[in-house]
């Protein structure tokens, strides 16, 4: 039957190996690499970089090696990626290094584009602030300037629990302690609100106040130095004997510890007998670093004990720094104020009251009449203030620093940070929890000067902290801030006085119950001069005064020059009521009249406007020499002198009289009037608009001068007809006789005689004489030049009677004025 087998085909199988091209190159993950290393340290791994290849194969899809492509840097990377750095890094060499990173495949192919990697070093964790400059600089008129305004406090991740901080601005070189104002202690005392009648035991020495003469003393700010081998003894009257139960007594002091292994008691004070029981009425000395008050009163019979001797205890009294201190006696209670602050006494009983005696007392500072208990130390504006005692205001006020520490924006220091000022603002204590908030805190406290003109030169600071962790008192160590405010030096004002420097008045005004106002248009300014830096071809420094500088004067005086006043015939007044309203007093004396207190220029100027000038007595006198000179901080910064010369006119003034009688006579002199001292020509400015009322005063003609004026005129007039009636006689006709022309020149000769004689023989010698009086008038005292005034209206007078004598003879005389007319007639 027949069976059909299937039959297999096998067909056979290719492989096909595709082999791989490196096609891709590697890529980084990361387009840049950041890390930050500590200095000193050495890593094995700061960082690692991971690069990708796209490539299939094995063989060129993985990265092989890497490699740093910038060169000279101590790093180093291994095949895996990892950077290590080769060498210790320095912060304070390099604080950041930048290093760019390529990576191969298996093929030995590089990356596309290199990597950045960047490593930051920083320094070794130090606790402390950071970011504070140790130089601030402050100028003059800039208010309130942060010191460290981006500080930060570092405590390299410590636990803090809280951050105690002390900020001490140290001002002890400086004057009394600080920059304090530096005017007088009479304008301190007015600007403060201080009654009046402070009397200052050590004033700057002048021949007034010549007791200070001897003592070692500090120019600058009027500071005496102590030794302990001198004193200044008191002049009587200065200070009343018998003080009542109310006075006070200030001081600055600075002191230290007594000398020698036994302290001996160190006056500042004392009021003792001169002679026989040498007994202290009072005194303030110190002891053992204790400051003593002693006050005895006179015995009364009363059957009671009082308190004699008041102790203090302090610290500060031998610390060596300047303190003030104010001494308030409400006998029987004792107060005493050191740098504003109240302090209670330790009493001591009296039980030997003084008995009244008639022995002389000598008031001593820096010893005792004996000569022993000599002062160590410093001592300034020493005062006592009898009848009255002083109010804390006002000691607060004497007292107070015009520069110190501040914060800005109080408000902005949060509930979180506590924080406390000493009473002179030298002294800032900041207290708080959170490290921050003491950050902010410290960014905001600055340096003020309030002075226009603060003393220049350095300040230091110093800034310490505690850090306390929980559970332990101190856990970092902070070390402290050393830095320093420099002070620059401010421009020094230059105060210029001026006005009318020369004036004449009749006497009559300056014997008036009101005188003369000496300064009526007086002016002070003040101004500034710096360097600006020119870009001019010369590249020189060119001065440029500033616009006029407001600020405060502290004393003016209005002196006289030469002899001083004599208070039986002259005075300087002024209305007391025109220093109401402002800081200023002023005293009065013999040598002129002193303004003082710290006030602004226009206050003074309105002052000084109102100074009057009287002499009941002004026969004697014919002029007065005043200078006049401001100052600035107790004589820091002094006006020019401005000189004012006043003249007095008497209506009897020979020298004005002759003058006048010439201007009068010969008009062509007029420009050569001048008063006894100077010409027109050389008067001041400021005089000029004073001339027309000088010649006024002085142009007060005589009679002598009146009728020598109305003669010359007739004269005049007389020739004029006369020369008229020649000319009209010469035209007659040549056949008149000789008679008709005698008697025609008897006419002519009559009026001719009247003429020429006056002019001839009178005016010439008489202008003559006058030039010479001129020439002699400034050198003739006042009793000549009445008696030449008096001997030249007699000759006035004897030469108008010869000219009346004249007219009636003039018959006599033809012939000789024939001959005179001949030659004076045209033909």
């Not at 067909?11 to 490196?22: G, L």
Request: charged share 25%; with cysteine; glycine share 4%.
């Amino acid at each position: 039957t027949g069976i059909i087998s299937p039959t297999f085909c096998w067909a056979p199988f290719v492989h096909i190996q595709v082999k791989d091209v490196n096609e891709f190159s590697p890529a980084f993950k990361e387009s840049m690499y950041k890390a930050t290393v500590t200095e000193g340290k050495i890593y094995d791994s700061i960082l690692q970089v991971e690069a990708i290849d796209e490539d299939c194969s094995p063989q060129y899809s993985q990265i092989c090696n890497y490699e740093i492509v910038t060169t000279d840097v101590p790093f180093a990377i291994d095949r895996n990626g990892n950077i290590r750095n080769t060498e210790k890094l320095n912060y304070d060499k390099q604080r950041r290094y930048e290093i760019m990173v390529t990576a191969f495949d298996c093929g030995q192919k590089h990356a596309r584009e290199d990597v950045l990697v960047q490593v930051n070093v920083k320094p070794v964790c130090k606790p402390g602030w950071q970011d504070w400059n140790k130089r601030i600089e402050y100028k003059p008129g800039s208010g309130s300037i942060p010191l460290f305004p981006s500080i930060h406090l570092e405590t390299c991740d410590g636990p803090v629990s809280s951050t105690h901080t002390t900020i001490e601005l140290q001002t002890n070189h400086i004057g009394k302690g600080c920059d304090r104002e530096t005017y007088s202690e009479k304008s301190l005392q007015k600007l403060c609100g201080a009654s009046s009648g402070a009397i200052d035991l050590l004033p700057s020495p002048s021949a007034t106040t010549n007791w200070t003469a001897g003592l070692l003393m500090d120019n600058n700010d009027i500071i005496f130095k102590f030794d302990g081998k001198q004193g200044a003894k008191i002049p009587d009257g200065i200070v009343p004997k018998n003080l009542t139960d109310q006075f006070t007594i200030s001081l600055w002091m600075k002191h230290g510890p007594s000398p020698g292994l036994r302290a001996e008691k160190e006056t500042i004070l004392c009021n003792s007998d001169k002679t026989e029981m040498n007994r202290h009425h009072y005194a303030l000395y110190v002891h053992n670093c204790r400051l003593v008050f002693l006050l005895r009163k006179d015995f009364d019979q009363a059957d009671t004990f009082r308190p004699a001797e008041f102790h203090w205890k302090l610290d500060q009294i031998c610390d060596k720094e300047w303190h003030y201190y104010v001494v308030n006696v409400e006998f029987p209670v004792v107060t005493l104020y050191m740098d504003g602050t109240t302090y209670e006494p330790y009493l001591v009983t009296n039980d030997w009251p003084i008995h009244p005696s008639h022995i002389a007392m000598q008031l001593t500072v820096g010893a005792c009449w004996q000569g022993n208990m000599y002062f160590h130390g410093s001592l300034a504006s020493l005062t006592i203030r009898p009848g009255k005692i002083e109010s804390q205001k006002v000691i607060s006020c004497l007292q107070a620093c015009k520069e110190g520490l501040d914060i800005n924006s109080l408000e902005s220091l949060g509930q979180g940070v506590k924080y406390h000022f000493n009473p002179s603002q030298s002294v800032l204590v900041m207290e708080g929890d959170d490290i921050e908030n003491i950050n902010r805190a410290l960014r905001k406290v600055s340096y003020i000067n309030s002075r226009q003109f603060p003393t220049a030169g350095v300040r230091r600071l110093k800034v310490s902290s505690k850090v306390q962790c929980f559970g332990e008192d101190v856990c970092i160590n902070i070390p402290d801030i050393d830095a320093y405010v420099m002070v620059l030096q401010a421009n020094e004002p230059k105060i210029t006085i001026s006005g009318m420097d020369h004036f004449a008045r009749p006497a009559a005004q300056f014997e008036s119950e009101r005188g003369v106002i000496l300064l009526p248009d007086i002016r002070i300014v003040s101004t500034v001069t710096k360097t600006e830096h020119s870009k001019k071809n010369d590249g020189a420094n060119k001065p440029v005064v500033l616009e006029e500088m407001l600020h405060d004067l502290d004393f003016c005086d209005v002196l006289v020059s030469g002899a001083e006043l004599d208070p039986e015939q002259e005075c300087l007044e002024l209305d007391r009521t025109e220093l109401q309203g402002k800081h200023l007093d002023a005293t009065n004396s013999t040598a002129g009249y002193s303004i003082y207190g710290a006030d602004t220029m226009h206050n003074y100027e309105q002052v000084l406007q109102q100074i009057r000038y009287r002499n009941w007595y002004t026969s004697a006198t014919f002029e007065r020499k005043f200078r006049i000179k401001c100052s600035e901080l107790n004589g820091h910064y002094t006006s020019n002198e401005f000189n004012l010369e006043v003249n007095i006119l008497h209506s009897t003034n020979s020298n004005y009289m002759d003058h006048v009688n010439k201007v009068i006579v010969q008009p062509q002199f007029l420009q050569s009037i001048h008063h006894p001292e100077e010409s027109i020509s050389t008067v001041h400015n400021s005089d000029i608009n004073l001339l027309p009322f000088r010649l006024f005063v002085s142009v007060v003609p005589s009679v002598a001068t009146v009728v020598i004026v109305i003669c010359v005129s007739v004269l005049i007039f007389i020739i004029a007809v006369g020369v008229y009636r020649i000319r009209t006689a010469q035209q007659h006709s040549s056949t008149d006789n000789e008679s008709s022309k005698e008697n025609e020149m008897d006419w002519d000769d009559s009026a001719l005689t009247i003429t020429v004689n006056p002019m001839e023989k009178y005016e010439k010698p008489h202008r003559a004489e006058e030039e010479s009086e001129e020439e002699d008038e400034e050198e003739e005292d006042t009793t000549s030049a009445e008696s030449d005034e008096s001997e030249e209206e007699d000759d006035e007078e004897e030469e108008e009677e010869a000219i009346v004598q004249k007219r009636g003879k003039q018959n006599l005389t033809r012939q000789e004025q024939l001959e005179w007319d001949d030659s004076t007639l045209p033909y």
